[in-house]
């Protein structure tokens, strides 16, 4: 208990599994804590004591399912390891006997090594956030996946980036001062993944090291902010490992600004890698995408789509890798068909390094180091058909295939390697001398040992007897009962059976020392040269991580192409003008689920020439009207994908594309409260859409739908057709609005960018059927009785609804209809005319007035301004009119 409560002190905020022989144990509070959260009992050591200690324990080789769940409660987990075994401890002079015991390892969210705690398509990031100043602002992220060796610094030079990058990287544990944490679960929420304070300053050791990677890596020096978030990560990272080296490959600093940015409710609302129904991979962009054959490949296809490119030297690069690939289809599924031969080899590299790879994981290592002379022959082959330089840049493994490292592997390992090292059966017969030696002197002693059986059988006259062993009492001779008159007088008796008795003799004694001498020695010259083989694979780390990154470009390229060619993508045009012209473009995955040619494609031409464009000119934002299920949403969205597609260098679901580069990609498309933050579905729709409008640049594309929808409906009105003019005037951006509020569509005659387009509905008698085609122009009408009837709603309900609505269009025909309440020459009607209700009206206005910045006020705005504000200004005129005091 000493012993414990030593190594407990080392690590007071870890549960302790301490290993005593078959079990991990855990003691006081730990196993009070772990004993609900694992379903086991809770028990006492010296229970008659007058204060016992709680205790709690899990067998050794189970230990890997009780330790998956306490990481995934969030729990930091110390890891407590018998060095050596019982019989030495009891060799030692003195009084301490005791087995020495210590930390191998601490294991927390951030810091996962083993498979069964990894998902091999997506790598587990450690984070450490370090502000520049005061949070929010400017901040530096570094990010370390311990099981990979990726090393990432981000520069985030505002909040909003920042929430981006946390939210793309996905990190299951991040490290920041305390005074960060609430700044964190606010921006968070939910998501906020386990947070763990900041340790002190990072040493100057730690400093020199990130210094001396980041030149390894051929990178310029990093800012003081990154060195430190860095060191910290490092520092950190290795506390989880003692005495253990880190596989880092480089430093490798990630700017957001040069790549597209999509935020998390783009995200979300994209479907980029999880479906909002039920948040499995099946039915996102990425299920789609992956046909990638090996993890790393996943792992990069994933980090692709996250973050596609800015600029068009790299996406061209790709995109005539992919060309490539798709001019040599043999080639190409030849390629495909080895690369899935090949395991997660820097993930093994890395365990390796760590000294927990097990031989069949190393015998996975040398398989996947075998194919890589035919990847590589058969990408030259690729290469000596085509004349493109960027090709060799992307398909290319390189001169070093670490033929020395699968030599090795290949030399000393048995062709199926045991999972683990206990029993041996790890070498290969001939690959040492001494260890053959020893495994034949351990062979020849069994043999020994039948002869003996043999002997005693001639000797004894029984017939029966026989020759056994087990772990408790090793080799005896067993002996029937009915025959143990004929045992001679040298047989010592060993042990009493209900049907027999067993016996042992000096030669039986001298002859199991000899066996099981030999087969000790067997094991521990076994295990020794498993041990070498295992730093050799360290050694050569470094060079297996360069491998694996060429394959998992290669692996990514090839299943591009692959999608490319099976469902029919074409190459995008990408320029620098902002324009987006899409000619029969289709939604990947709503194509991907309904069965061939069902899709119906649709074209999109926007152009953002800037504030002061014409009308002549092509619309840069479109006004999308017409029923639900029509296909609005899934419009935009492919629209967004499309262009997200291009950027990561992909070929496109369309008959052709010209895309300007786009800087953001923002979608406001559904609707849904948030729980975390306590705030209404119609709150979060004003609190996503003002961070767009606050975010949005000229080169972004900004798709919303049904903006204003959750409050009033001239509220929601006056709210949409502000935004869309915002969008139009101030940010100039390509856009797509779509609305119920048919009033929307006058715009199109008052802003010289904005057009009508709708989703086509052939209707007749009662029923309508969706057309899901975009055609110039605005909806006759929302259909939304037609789409009741269609989802069942019953036919009194229905039938009222009919009456309802034929009554408000009358009177909405002899009264003002809703498209005057933004014209110049409107004359409102305030619900109640009275004075007091004039007076509230006009404080309003002048309210506002108050609150305008005249500065930043444009022509365009400012009619806009007083247009949506007919009542008020009514209501200020009755009141100068009627000589009001006020």
């Known amino acids: 208990?000493?012993?414990?409560?030593?190594?407990?002190?080392?690590?007071?905020?870890?549960?302790?599994?301490?290993?005593?022989?078959?079990?991990?144990?855990?003691?006081?509070?730990?196993?009070?804590?772990?004993?609900?959260?694992?379903d086991i009992a809770v028990t006492t050591r010296d229970r008659n004591a007058e204060d016992p200690v709680p205790?709690?324990?899990?067998?050794y080789h189970a230990v890997a399912g009780y330790l998956k769940i306490l990481v995934e409660r969030g729990f930091k987990v110390a890891i407590c390891e018998q060095l050596e075994?019982?019989?030495?401890?009891?060799?030692?002079?003195?009084?301490?006997?005791?087995v020495r015991r210590d930390v191998v390892r601490v294991v927390t969210p951030g810091a996962l090594i083993d498979d069964e705690h990894l998902q091999s398509g997506e790598p587990n990031y450690l984070a450490v956030l370090v502000p520049e100043r005061d949070v929010p602002g400017p901040a530096r992220l570094a990010l370390l996946d311990i099981s990979s060796g990726e090393f990432v610094i981000v520069l985030a030079h505002d909040v909003a980036t920042l929430r981006a990058e946390l939210v793309r990287f996905a990190p299951r544990e991040i490290v920041a001062g305390s005074s960060t944490h609430a700044f964190l679960r606010a921006e968070l929420g939910l998501a906020c993944p386990r947070l763990e304070v900041e340790p002190t300053d990072p040493s100057f050791a730690l400093l020199e090291r990130v210094r001396q990677l980041r030149r390894e890596g051929g990178g310029d020096p990093l800012d003081t902010s990154s060195e430190r978030a860095a060191a910290l990560a490092l520092g950190y990272a290795e506390?989880?490992?003692?005495?253990?080296?880190?596989?880092?490959?480089?430093?490798?600093?990630?700017?957001?600004?040069?790549?597209?940015?999509?935020?998390?409710?783009?995200?979300?609302?994209?479907?980029?890698?999880?479906?909002?129904?039920?948040?499995?991979?099946?039915?996102?962009?990425?299920w789609v995408l992956d046909g990638t054959r090996t993890a790393m490949g996943q792992r990069m296809l994933r980090s692709w789509l996250a973050a596609p490119l800015c600029e068009r030297t790299g996406i061209l690069a790709r995109q005539d890798a992919i060309a490539s690939?798709?001019?040599?289809?043999?080639?190409?599924?030849?390629?495909?068909?080895?690369?899935?031969?090949?395991?997660?080899?820097?993930?093994?590299?890395?365990?390796?390094?760590?000294?927990?790879?097990?031989?069949?994981?190393?015998?996975?290592?040398?398989?996947?180091?075998?194919?890589?002379?035919?990847v590589a022959k058969l990408v030259r082959e690729l290469g000596t058909r085509r004349t493109d330089t960027t090709l060799a840049a992307l398909l290319d493994l390189g001169n070093d295939l670490l033929s020395d490292v699968h030599a090795e592997l290949a030399r000393v390992l048995v062709d199926v390697p045991?999972?683990?090292?206990?029993?041996?059966?790890?070498?290969?017969?001939?690959?040492?001398?001494?260890?053959?030696?020893?495994?034949?002197?351990?062979?020849?002693?069994?043999?020994?040992?039948?002869?003996?059986?043999?002997?005693?059988?001639?000797?004894?006259?029984?017939?029966?007897?026989?020759?056994q062993h087990n772990r408790v009492f090793g080799y005896f001779i067993e002996v029937p009962r009915s025959q143990l008159a004929r045992v001679p007088s040298d047989y010592v008796r060993k042990q009493t059976t209900a049907n027999a008795e067993r016996f042992v003799t000096s030669e039986l004694?001298?002859?199991?020392?000899?066996?099981?001498?030999?087969?000790?020695?067997?094991?521990e010259r076994e295990l020794e040269l498993f041990e070498q083989l295992r730093e050799r694979v360290s050694e050569a780390a470094q060079r297996i991580c360069s491998v694996g990154e060429r394959l998992a470009c290669i692996d990514v390229l090839a299943a591009l192409a692959e999608l490319a060619e099976s469902n029919g993508w074409v190459r995008p045009e990408l320029v620098d003008e902002p324009v987006l012209e899409l000619v029969e473009a289709r939604h990947p995955v709503v194509e991907r689920m309904l069965q061939k040619g069902r899709f119906v494609p649709n074209d999109v031409k926007l152009a953002a020439f800037g504030k002061g464009s014409t009308a002549g000119e092509a619309a840069r934002l479109w006004i999308v009207t017409g029923p639900n299920m029509g296909g609005k949403s899934t419009a935009m969205r492919q629209t967004a994908l499309v262009t997200i597609l291009a950027q990561i260098g992909s070929y496109v679901p369309a008959r052709s594309a010209r895309i300007g580069i786009v800087d953001r990609v923002f979608t406001r498309v559904g609707a849904a409260d948030d729980l975390g933050r306590g705030e209404s579905t119609f709150m979060v729709e004003m609190r996503e859409t003002a961070q767009i409008l606050a975010q949005a640049s000229a080169r972004s594309l900004v798709l919303l739908d049904e903006i204003g929808r959750g409050t009033a409906t001239f509220d929601g009105l006056a709210i949409a057709w502000a935004i869309v003019e915002h969008l139009h005037d101030r940010i100039a951006c390509r856009a797509m609005f779509a609305s119920h509020y048919h009033e929307l569509c006058a715009l199109e005659g008052r802003l010289p960018g904005v057009s009508n387009v709708h989703v086509a509905v052939h209707e007749e008698r009662q029923t309508v059927a969706f057309l899901y085609r975009l055609e110039p122009g605005p909806a006759g009408r929302s259909y939304g009785i037609q789409v009741g009837r269609l989802a069942g709603l019953p036919s009194g309900v229905l039938d009222r609804a009919e009456r309802v609505l034929e009554r408000?269009?009358?009177?909405?025909?002899?009264?003002?209809?809703?498209?005057?309440?933004?014209?110049?020459?409107?004359?409102?009607?305030?619900?109640?005319?009275?004075?007091?209700?004039?007076?509230?009206?006009?404080?309003?206005?002048?309210?506002?007035?108050?609150?305008?910045?005249?500065?930043?006020?444009?022509p365009n705005a400012a009619h806009a301004w007083l247009t949506a504000r007919n009542a008020e200004l009514s209501a200020l005129q009755g009141l100068a009119m009627n000589d009001d005091p006020a």
């Open 418 to 467: 045991p999972a683990s090292t206990r029993e041996g059966g790890i070498v290969r017969a001939g690959a040492d001398r001494s260890l053959d030696d020893q495994r034949t002197l351990r062979d020849g002693g069994r043999e020994a040992l039948a002869a003996i059986e043999v002997r005693e059988r001639g000797r004894t006259a029984i017939t029966n007897l026989k020759v």
């Open 239 to 286: 506390a989880t490992q003692p005495g253990q080296t880190l596989l880092i490959h480089r430093i490798r600093v990630h700017d957001p600004t040069a790549h597209l940015c999509i935020d998390e409710t783009s995200l979300r609302n994209l479907e980029m890698f999880r479906t909002m129904r039920d948040g499995g991979k099946r039915g996102s962009l990425l």
């Open 808 to 858: 408000l269009e009358q009177e909405g025909r002899s009264n003002n209809p809703q498209l005057d309440l933004f014209s110049a020459s409107a004359s409102v009607r305030t619900p109640n005319d009275s004075p007091s209700q004039r007076m509230q009206m006009a404080l309003a206005l002048l309210q506002a007035l108050l609150e305008l910045d005249l500065d930043d006020l444009s």
């Open 85 to 98: 075994a019982p019989e030495q401890a009891r060799k030692r002079k003195g009084a301490d006997k005791i």
């Open 509 to 523: 004694a001298e002859h199991e020392a000899k066996v099981l001498g030999a087969q000790a020695a067997a094991l």
């Open 325 to 374: 690939l798709l001019a040599e289809p043999r080639l190409r599924r030849a390629l495909h068909a080895r690369l899935a031969d090949v395991r997660d080899v820097v993930r093994l590299a890395a365990r390796a390094r760590l000294h927990s790879a097990n031989p069949r994981e190393l015998g996975a290592l040398r398989d996947s180091l075998a194919a890589l002379p035919d």
């Open 55 to 59: 205790m709690a324990g899990v067998p």
């Open 1 to 38: 208990m000493r012993q414990y409560l030593e190594l407990k002190a080392r690590y007071p905020d870890a549960i302790l599994m301490f290993r005593m022989g078959d079990f991990y144990e855990m003691f006081f509070e730990d196993a009070v804590t772990v004993g609900p959260v694992l």
